[in-house]
């Protein structure tokens, strides 16, 4: 089974996000996370590609021991930004030999600070031509359809927004008729914003699954460095439950009490799974799976 399959399935699926570890301490503390998550069952795990290829050989070794030692199926992030339609197709044709089949397509953001930066003059634009070479690239070697899939990004947060919503929804649907069979989104906080993107996304013709993203918060530190990096404002609700707790313990099963909530909304009002995001630690995402229900 392909992803896209797993999340047309009946149950709800758990999967979470990696990183590639940037050095040889993170990459033992990976291995640990990695074991631990394992534990849950999950039925797959993103593997995010750093900008310009950056991470190109370590996503590849995050892939393969996945699939060899947890046998988690991998889902593997690419992006189009400051790398050619070689070297895209090169990173595509590595992660098949991999036995990759599920690939998670992004633009990925510009290098940060860099005012003046333009797109490699051979490469890709955005994330919906992404996914047509990810589909070339894959039946150019002989892999029939249904033996792959393709996910994409959504954004509740945005489309809460009136000024994104009929942008946002041209966008994926631009990537659906790409070829894209899946998407999953950015972190959001309330159930509400994906239901309304998902209902939008169905009436303007979207079929293709929308699987929620969600991190559980444990600090306001925490709290505020994520909305700097996302650009999502965390509720004010959220904050204040956090903030009203004495002691770090106390404010980080706020936290997960708050994610585990979220996620058993969505999952009642249809999400076909949770994928949490983890930032390579283990100990929030398992007890938030567990809180939710949906660990093994």
């Given at each position: 089974?392909?992803?896209?399959?797993?999340?047309?399935?009946?149950?709800?699926?758990?999967?979470?996000?990696?990183?590639?570890?940037?050095?040889?301490?993170?990459?033992?503390?990976?291995?640990?996370?990695?074991?631990?998550?394992?534990?849950?069952?999950?039925?797959?795990?993103?593997?995010?590609?750093?900008?310009?290829?950056?991470?190109?050989?370590?996503?590849?070794?995050?892939?393969?021991r996945l699939a060899d030692a947890h046998t988690i199926r991998p889902l593997a992030h690419l992006t189009c930004v400051d790398q050619s339609r070689d070297e895209i197709t090169a990173v595509i044709e590595e992660f098949l030999a991999e036995g990759v089949r599920d690939f998670l397509a992004l633009r990925?953001?510009?290098?940060?600070?860099?005012?003046?930066?333009?797109?490699?003059p051979d490469g890709l634009l955005y994330a919906h031509q992404l996914v047509a070479h990810i589909r070339h690239v894959v039946g150019a070697r002989g892999i029939a359809e249904g033996e792959y899939s393709i996910g994409v990004a959504a954004f509740p947060a945005a489309h809460a927004e009136e000024r994104w919503r009929q942008q946002g929804l041209d966008?994926?649907?631009?990537?659906q008729d790409a070829g894209a069979e899946f998407a999953v989104t950015q972190v959001f906080y309330e159930a509400a914003h994906w239901e309304v993107l998902a209902a939008d996304a169905l009436a303007a013709g979207i079929t293709i699954p929308i699987l929620p993203g969600i991190i559980p918060l444990l600090s306001t530190g925490r709290a505020a460095r994520l909305e700097q990096l996302t650009g999502v404002s965390v509720p004010e609700s959220v904050l204040r439950a956090l903030a009203a707790e004495d002691d770090a313990g106390a404010a980080r099963a706020a936290g997960i009490t708050h994610a585990a909530a979220l996620a058993r909304d969505l999952v009642s009002a249809g999400a076909p799974g949770i994928h949490v995001y983890t930032f390579n630690r283990h100990e929030a995402a398992l007890d938030l799976a567990a809180a939710a229900g949906l660990a093994r």
């Open positions: 089974m392909t992803i896209r399959d797993l999340l047309r399935a009946p149950a709800p699926t758990l999967s979470f996000e990696l990183f590639p570890p940037r050095d040889d301490h993170a990459q033992e503390a990976l291995w640990e996370t990695m074991a631990r998550l394992a534990e849950a069952r999950p039925d797959f795990a993103s593997i995010t590609y750093g900008a310009s290829g950056t991470t190109r050989r370590s996503s590849r070794e995050v892939v393969r990925g953001d510009p290098p940060v600070g860099q005012p003046d930066w333009r797109p490699h966008v994926l649907l631009a990537k």
